[in-house]
T-cell receptor, first 113, second 115 residues
Framework: QKEVEQDPGPLSVPEGAIVSLNCTYS??????FMWYRQYSRKGPELLMY????GNKEDGRFTAQVDKSSKYISLFIRDSQPSDSATYLC?????????????FGQGTTLQVKP | DVKVTQSSRYLVKRTGEKVFLECVQD?????MFWYRQDPGLGLRLIYF???????EKGDIPEGYSVSREKKERFSLILESASTNQTSMYLC??????????????FGSGTRLTVV
């Protein structure tokens, strides 16, 4: 079983829809949670990060962490064609220099005009 | 903005060749990483380095080695390229401890094809 599971999609939605992207994980020691966005032929870029449980909002994006269920989510409101990309969740148990990020497989999102 | 520059966007190499992938970052970051990205498998850590001349194995180090002689440069070496090393290779850097800076900055990637 992989430490981090993410539905690869692809997920196709109409412009303006609310998008929900999810990851589950098995390691209860994870406490740093991130979402990266990767456009085609580009490297991933950090989109959101949260520490421990709770919600974090940034514009149209909301990240949620439920440590009791070992489940994290990224919500995109009023989705735009420019949101079309692959979204990767990532998490780590350690804050040290040698702490490793474990990535999900990535979900490919297409927002149709 | 931090920039992480990978020397090649596309490479085609023959089986058995020694391959060098170069990565340079311009913000004095301590930590540097090499990942490979494959469909359905996501990003997998090959090697990382948290200081000059220091290196640590990641999850899939077999068939690879690394070199970090200067703080800004982290090289990935395929000692004898094989077709199963055909992949997208991503370099990343991060400053200091994760508690202070969660994010990695990634390069644009090198798509390596071994024939």
């Amino acid at each position: 079983q992989k430490e981090v599971e993410q539905d690869p999609g692809p997920l196709s939605v109409p412009e303006g829809a609310i998008v929900s992207l999810n990851c589950t994980y098995s390691n209860s020691a994870f406490q740093y949670f991130m979402w990266y966005r990767q456009y085609s032929r580009k490297g991933p870029e950090l989109l959101m990060y949260t520490y421990s449980s709770g919600n974090k909002e940034d514009g149209r994006f909301t990240a949620q962490v439920d440590k009791s269920s070992k489940y994290i989510s990224l919500f995109i409101r009023d989705s735009q064609p420019s949101d079309s990309a692959t979204y990767l969740c990532a998490m780590s148990a350690s804050s040290s220099n040698t702490g490793k990020l474990i990535f999900g497989q990535g979900t490919t999102l297409q927002v149709k005009p | 903005d931090v920039k992480v520059t990978q020397s090649s966007r596309y490479l085609v190499k023959r089986t058995g060749e020694k391959v060098f992938l170069e990565c340079v970052q311009d913000m004095d970051h301590e930590n540097m990483f090499w990942y490979r990205q494959d469909p359905g498998l996501g990003l997998r850590l090959i090697y990382f380095s948290y200081d000059v001349k220091m290196k640590e194995k990641g999850d899939i180090p077999e068939g690879y080695s690394v070199s970090r002689e200067k703080k800004e440069r982290f090289s990935l070496i395929l000692e004898s390229a094989s077709t199963n090393q055909t992949s997208m290779y991503l370099c990343a850097s991060r400053e200091g401890q994760m508690i202070h800076n969660y994010g990695y900055t990634f390069g644009s990637g090198t798509r390596l094809t071994v024939v």
